[in-house]
């Protein structure tokens, strides 16, 4: 009587844990579920690769200026050069139209250019 007993728990506890890994299995697979795990593994992948490019940016800014400093060295530049004046313009003097009310309109082409008027 007792090997019974214990056949049919251990045989009862195989099925509970059998039906368990399976439903977990069945809610991985659902649509929801793959849709979720593919956003989430999109996601991981975009801060990778925006980490690479942030990466790789400072390290181009970096040998930039050290290439930079290594031309200056190699040329004899040693100070930087003054930036220009600015310049000014001269002022316009605003000159009010003696025209205002007869305004003169550019007038149209006498061809124009829609392609469709020719079909």
Sequence with gaps: MF???FWFTTGVAAGVWATTK???KLRQLTPESLAATAANKALETGQRLKDRAVGFALDVRDNMAQRENELQEALGIQEDPGLPAPRRLAAIEYTPS???TNPKYIESPMHSYNRNEDH
């Design 98 to 100: 003696t025209n205002r």
């Design 3 to 5: 090997r019974r007993t």
């Design 22 to 24: 399976v439903n977990r």
